[in-house]
Every structure is written in C-alpha cells, then in structure tokens.
C-alpha cells in the first residue's frame, strides 16, 4: 500500500474583494464575479512567500501524526514562485523542519508543480527506497496589474506527508495516470516580471483538453465510474473552470464542493488542487473514493485515484483548510499593491 498519511493547508489572512479591484482598473465588478466565480482572494503578507507557506502547510501535517521525523527521506517542493532563483525551497524547508538524511528538490510545471512532486514521492515510497516523503504545492503568484489574472492570481500552500505502511496510510493511491504536450496558453521569460497568457486560448486547448482526457483515461484505468466517485478535487484556476470541467465528466455540484473554495481564496497555482483535496479530507470517510486532477499550463495534468481508509480517524486535530478560508482581514488597493511587490 502506498499513500498519504497526513497533511496540512496553509492561506494567508489577507484579501482583497474583486470590487476592490475594480474599482480601480474601471471594470464591472458583477460581470467579473459571474464570469470568473471568484469574489476575493488571499494576498500573501509582506514576510510570506512560498516557503514561509510551505513550512506552516508542513508543520500542520506533522501535527496530526506521530512520525519519527527522521524518516523522511525525500522532499519535494512544486512551486513556479521559489523564494530563490537558484538555490532550492525544497532543501530549505527540510532543514527547517528538523529532517535529516533526505533526497530534496525543487519541481516547476505551472500550476501542476505540486502534484509533479507528489507523483515522485508516491512513486519513492511505493518503491521502498523512502518510509516517509513530503510532498508540497505552493505558490505567490503574479499578475500584472489591469490583467484579468489580477482577480485570481493568489496564495496559499498544501503539503502532504506520503508513506507505505497500511497502519498509517489515511488515503490509499489506487490509480494514477498524467498527459503531458506543448501547449503554450501560459508563460514568462526570465526576468520577465509578470507572466502573459493566451487568453481564451487556455480554455479549450489548454485546461479543458488536458484536465477532461486525463481525468477520462484514468477512469478508464481505474474502471469507476463518475457515481461511484465521491469527492473530487480538479485545479482551480476560477471558479466556472471545475465546475464546467465536471459537468462534462459526469459529476454532480455536490461531489464538486470544495472546488468552489477558489471564490473565496482565489487561484492559488500550485497549491489549487491540493489545497481543494484538503478540504476534502478534512471531511472524507472511511472507504470514500477521491479523484484529483491538476492542470499546468505548458501544457499538462495528473489525476489520482485515492480512497479514504478507517486510519484518517486516528489523525489528531491539526488547523482545517476552512478556518484558514474564514479567518481572513481586508484590505485596499493601495496595501495590496506594497505588500505584493507590484510599486
């Protein structure tokens, strides 16, 4: 058995409302809220990046669990905002949190870092070459202002705690399974501060092409069907993207719930899906089963099939991914800016 034994979510207070940005770009607002599905969303602080986020996810996850820490021998941090341009978040973090002996490296793939990272631990652990990897997805990411992007682009980190032991493992990976292309709907050159899209062009050919036929071939592999699925967790760039994505699946509004955490944090890059399967397994239950797809601009995605197994119960009291969404303090156009790096 190979799986997840812990994990833990992490959101900044801070938010800005879409109107709030509005107000200053001269947009509409309502149109912007109905079109995106997003209402605000999390700013990092001025002493929070990627791997402040990183550390408080982790810390979380090794709350609910009594692990010998030493144990962890891989990390991997998924991230297209790294505190560094060259030296890794990954190594940092072990070192932070007390890990010895590990096998440690930074992952970039858009929005799909986070889970690229929990596919090479899934894959250490189940080999037997590690007890214990960390896994994490997080990102401060960018936009420039007057950019669409401006009302989604948050922050926020998921990390998880992947082992091999069938006492310890609170959610089992049946399945797995990735597609990969050149598909260029999202990027930035070196140096370049702010990242360009090709607008509508990341709906169809990007998002919904990747995130629709990954998730099919592996339901295909897995042989389940939409109904037999109960939580499912795909990458949240707005809040009308899953929700479209999962209506062509098969899925129902219900079994797309913590999806919609997005309107109230916004797109947290490579945390997005992570941070949804959070919030699921704050809530899941014995012998659930969980679909996850993440999509990363360039173009890609991954999907996992896990079920949830009786040892989530054994899990001790950590901080909810909901009561990061809802301890939250507003602020104004003129803070955001300051506290983002963008005067």
């Known amino acids: 058995m190979v799986g997840i034994v812990s994990y833990g979510a992490y959101v900044p207070m801070y938010r800005i409302k879409v109107e709030e940005i509005a107000r200053i770009q001269r947009r509409n607002p309502e149109f912007i809220k109905k079109e995106l599905m997003i209402e605000e969303k999390s700013v990092p602080d001025y002493d929070e990046d990627s791997l402040t986020m990183s550390v408080e996810a982790s810390l979380n996850a ?156 592996l339901m295909e592999k897995a042989k389940i069907k939409p109904e037999e699925i109960d939580h499912v967790a795909f990458h949240t760039p707005n809040g009308k993207f899953p929700t479209r994505a999962g209506r062509i699946l098969g899925f129902t509004e219900e079994k797309l719930e913590s999806n919609l955490i997005v309107s109230k944090i916004g797109n947290t890059y490579s945390a997005a899906s992570m941070l949804a399967l959070t919030d699921i397994l704050d809530k899941a239950k014995p012998n659930q089963k969980i679909l996850v797809t993440s999509f990363g601009s360039g173009a890609g995605s991954d999907s996992f099939l896990l079920k949830v197994t009786p040892n989530i119960k054994k899990l001790k009291k950590a901080r909810a991914t909901k009561n990061y969404i809802n301890d939250k303090k507003y602020i104004g156009y003129a803070e955001y800016c300051k506290m983002t790096g963008v005067f």
């Open 62 to 217: 090794l709350k609910r669990v009594n692990i010998d820490k030493t144990k962890i021998g891989a990390v991997y941090s998924g991230s297209e905002s790294p505190v560094y341009a060259v030296k890794p978040n990954a190594s940092i973090l072990g070192e932070i949190l007390g890990i010895s002996h590990y096998t440690s490296a930074d992952v970039e793939f858009a929005c799909k870092a986070g889970t690229a990272a929990m596919q090479m631990v899934f894959g250490l652990s189940k080999s037997g070459f590690v007890d214990y990897g960390l896994a994490i997805g997080a990102d401060t990411s960018q936009s420039m202002p007057g950019d669409i992007l401006e009302y989604t682009a948050s922050a926020g980190a998921a990390a998880f705690i992947i082992g091999n032991d069938n006492k310890e493992v609170i959610a089992e990976l049946e399945s797995m399974h990735s597609i990969s292309s050149d598909t260029p709907d999202f990027w930035r050159r070196n140096m370049q501060k702010y990242p360009k899209h090709a607008e509508r062009f990341t709906g169809e050919p990007a998002y919904f092409s990747h995130l629709v036929k990954c998730t099919k071939l």
